[in-house]
């Protein structure tokens, strides 16, 4: 104290040197006049501030704490702290908590009456209004904890003493209830919520000593949450309470709706104190929004202020999916007649039935009604109005429906608990020790270990964080004549099982927003079919995206797909773009037009060689035959047929023999053709040569030479097409990349250089024919065969000149098709310029068919 009185000197000191004591002086003197009355007083242990008067109270060998809001609101007044403020003036009876109230009494009364638990100890009660306010509820838990007795208790016995109550039963909702829980923690007095359901009490660091008989709303929101995942809202409104529950709840539904790709449009909360500019706000952001399902986490209280405004504004139509605190109250129902909220579904606590319960509640209630309760002065408040000579008929109200009872059997469970644990702690079987000393803690801990069965069979318990195990009954409004609601039970959502089995629905029974079947469709964007990919809107929710259809050569096969997958090389997306469909195989075919038209030309020209070679053998005796060296002409037709017929061998799927052969024969029947011209071409030169007088050049350049020459000239060829097939021969392979859409089937070089070295061996002899038959192109024979191979030669170069870039460019068959080209246009071009001439003259000019024509000299005149 002298500490206290040294303290308030230096204040005063203070004041003075800054010129405050006018403002503060009064301040500062009260201050002194407190401590200088507390030094002169004897010490004492005294209660500071008004008592707490339960509203229904018991007197018993242990009493229980009950807090309900028999009222949910009260009287607005303005304190100006002069003095000292009026207690609060409770308004709005609220029946909901007077039936809950009742059901802790039936349980009591019910256990009082028992044999078989706590015999012999009598159950006491003391339960008090808290009217909704969180302040008056914590001046209510203090009341219960400490007891009313305005006493003064010497400074040498003790202040502190045992709980007034074992532990205390209530709130009905979240946040007087985290007041309560907070203020009671430290003396770990237990306290049993039957309708508090914020996750946040689950906290056992913030709130040792709470316990509940409701679920947390982890399990509501996150159920929730599935709920509207499972009929494929995507794109939903919220409104919340603006209090622990409604705040708390909607953070863990928001949150497990982003995971499950849910989208808020909007989220609005609300409290029934706001003022009606705020109503009509939630009512705008309503009206401008495109979603059609709205999740309400809304206490009672609140929806029944919200109602009667989206009535006036007939905010019809919308789907509604609430939660337990409102989806089974019938008084919601009733004030609903506009039906803004037909086909609503949600959440609720599972039905329950308490035998002797509601014939407890209804007689209660009548002896209230006839005010033959009038003599408990703790209800004398209550029933101010009551004249005595009210009838029952026709009254209904909140009180008399019993919709609720499954919060009734939570009140009445947390009830058990408590004496289910006093039960144990006094170690009762016919007799209970009554000498045993309680605590808060070993009440509170004997209550954490209860597993325990009521007589309708549920099972009590609590788990470590002193909730019991989640399970919903899924309910939907079904409107039915005359404007009644009938909550149906049209589902299941049990935490027990397996995730995949927690949600369990009964569609075909269900009815939606303006009594319809069909369910509704709430989304941001239409779902992407298959096909499509999805593509977010830019700053907009990931629930509103535009639908892209995939590119060429990726597909979708599912709704909303998020990318494209890319076909394997061998395949292509079809025209859906949903499946990939094995690329078509493309190779010239005998089948096609092209294909069939180069095999006709092909064949055609082998057969024009075979009858030319009969022209010929029929006619080889004839000058014209045997002056241009029959055996190599007879050589070179034979290579004319192979050149035809080679050309096949390019037509058809391409196969490892197929692949070799191909370039091969062609390589080798092109120089033995060319060969055989080379050879004819040098016997001309040689002839030539021969005729000038001294000249020895003929018996170099015979039979037998020729026949070396032809022989040499293609054994190279042979050479460098056995190193090119043993090195790195031609193989089929598939082509995947010149169409997108196709295989095509050919055959890959192998080595390039084999390849090149066969066509640029097969071009140099072609040159050297074409140098020799260029000399030799003006000897004065009248048929000079070195034209005609000058002629041939040169269209056989031109031929394959323009067959290289024509072959590098052409895509897939084509190019086979170029070289099939290729190869009979030059051998057609060294029949033609060769034989169809010498023909011509076998056939239609045999006067001419003559040694002296073919050596130049004209026959005489006939007279």
């Known amino acids: 104290m002298k500490a206290l009185i040294m303290a308030l000197s230096g204040l005063a000191l203070d004041l003075a040197s800054s010129h405050r004591w006018p403002e503060q002086g009064w301040a500062l003197l009260q201050l002194l006049l407190m401590a200088s009355f507390s030094q002169a007083e004897d010490p004492m242990c005294r209660q500071r501030g008004d008592p707490e008067n339960p509203l229904l109270s018991k007197d018993g060998d242990f009493i229980l704490g009950g807090m309900f809001s028999f009222h949910s609101s009260w009287e607005d007044r303005m304190d100006n702290y002069t003095h000292k403020p009026m207690p609060l003036q409770c308004t709005s009876l609220n029946f909901r908590d007077f039936q809950f109230a009742q059901a802790m009494r039936f349980a009591i009364e019910e256990i009082d009456n028992s044999t078989d638990l706590l015999p012999g100890i009598s159950l006491g009660y003391k339960i008090y209004d808290t009217c909704g306010s969180v302040a008056r509820s914590v001046g209510v838990t203090l009341a219960l904890a400490n007891g009313n007795e305005i006493v003064s208790v010497p400074l040498k016995a003790p202040c502190t003493r045992p709980a007034h109550v074992q532990a205390i039963i209530g709130e009905t909702s979240s946040s007087p209830t985290i007041a309560v829980a907070t203020v009671i923690g430290p ?8 309708f508090a359901t914020c996750a946040c009490l689950s906290d056992k660091t913030k709130y040792p000593s709470f316990l509940r008989t409701i679920p947390s709303d982890y399990y509501q929101s996150r159920a929730l949450a599935h709920l509207v ?73 609140d929806l029944d202020v919200l109602l009667p405004e989206f009535s006036y504004h007939n905010l019809s139509g919308y789907q509604w999916v609430g939660t337990e605190s409102w989806i089974f109250d019938s008084q ?69 429906d019993m919709s609720l009872m499954p919060i009734f059997n939570n009140v009445y469970k947390g009830v058990y608990a408590v004496a289910h644990a006093l039960h144990n702690i006094l170690s009762c079987n016919k007799t209970c020790n009554k000498n045993v000393q309680l605590d808060p803690f070993t009440v509170l801990q004997h209550i954490r270990k209860i597993h325990i069965t009521t007589k309708e069979g549920d099972d009590v318990y609590f788990n470590e964080n002193g909730d019991p195990a989640a399970k919903y009954e899924i309910i939907n409004w079904q409107p039915r004549g005359n404007g009644i609601v009938e909550f149906v039970t049209v589902g299941l959502y049990d935490t027990s099982l397996t995730p995949e089995k927690q949600l369990n629905l009964q569609n075909e029974s269900l009815i939606w927003a303006r009594n319809t079947k069909q369910v509704p469709v709430s989304v941001c964007s239409e779902k992407c079919p298959p096909g499509t990919r999805k593509v977010l ?14 590119a060429e050569g990726q597909i979708s096969n599912v709704t909303d797909s998020v990318t494209c997958v890319k076909c394997l090389p061998e395949f292509w997306s079809n025209e859906r773009r949903d499946a990939c469909v094995k690329k078509e195989a493309v190779f010239l075919s005998y089948e ?26 029929k006619y080889r005796k004839t000058p014209i035959v045997r002056a241009n060296n029959s055996e190599l002409s007879f050589l070179l037709l034979v290579s004319l047929i192979l050149c035809f017929l080679c050309s096949l061998t390019f037509i058809g799927q391409p196969s490892d023999w197929s692949c070799m052969l191909r370039h091969v024969a062609f390589g080798i029947t092109f120089v033995l053709c060319i060969s055989c011209l080379l050879g004819k071409t040098i016997v001309v030169l040689m002839a030539f040569r021969a005729t000038r007088p001294g000249t020895n050049v003929q018996k170099w350049f ?45 055959c890959a070089l192998g080595s390039a250089v084999g390849f090149w070295a066969v066509l640029g061996y097969i071009g140099l002899l072609a040159i050297l024919c074409f140098i020799f038959a260029f000399l030799a192109r003006k000897l004065p024979d009248n048929f000079n065969e070195a034209k005609f191979i000058t002629f041939s030669m040169l269209i056989f170069c031109a031929v394959w000149i323009t067959f290289i870039p024509a072959y590098i460019s052409s895509p897939g068959k084509f190019s086979v098709a170029v070289e099939i080209f290729a190869i009979l246009a030059s051998s057609f071009g060294l029949l033609i310029c060769i034989f169809i001439p010498k023909c011509y003259i076998i056939l239609l000019k045999p006067e001419k068919n003559t040694k002296r024509n073919m050596m130049g000299k004209k026959a005489p005149n006939s007279l």
Request: glycine share 6%.
């Open 702 to 746: 015979g039979q037998t030479q020729q026949r070396l020459c032809v022989t040499g000239f293609t054994l190279i060829q042979i050479i460098i097409c056995i190193i090119w097939l043993t090195t790195s021969p031609p193989f089929p392979s598939k082509n995947l990349i010149e169409f997108k859409d196709k295989i095509i089937l050919e």
């Open 537 to 550: 809107q830019k700053g907009r929710p990931v629930c509103c995206y535009d639908c892209i259809r995939c």
């Open 229 to 301: 995942k499972y009929f494929g809202w995507t794109w939903v409104g919220a409104i919340r309470t603006n209090n622990d529950y409604g705040n708390n709840g909607m953070a863990t539904f928001t949150e497990t709706a982003q995971q499950l790709g849910i989208c808020l449009e909007y989220s609005v909360s609300f409290f029934r104190t706001d003022p009606y500019v705020k109503i009509q706000k939630i009512i705008d952001i309503i009206k401008a929004s495109t979603s059609k399902v709205i999740v309400a986490f809304l206490s009672h209280a």
């Open 332 to 400: 919601t129902a009733k004030m609903d007649i506009h039906h803004i909220l037909d086909g609503a579904i949600g959440l609720s606590i599972p039905k329950a039935h308490v035998t002797g319960l509601r014939e407890f509640i209804l007689d209660f209630w009548e002896t209230l009604f006839s005010c033959k309760f009038k003599e408990l002065k703790s209800s004398a408040e209550i029933l101010r109005e009551c004249t005595g000579h009210e009838e029952m008929t026709g009254v209904q109200n909140s009180y008399t």
């Open 187 to 194: 003396f770990v007095l237990p306290v049993i919520s039957h």
């Open 592 to 617: 096609e037009i092209m294909g069939a038209l180069l095999t006709a030309a092909s064949l055609f020209g082998a057969c024009m060689t075979i009858g030319v070679i009969l022209i010929f053998f």
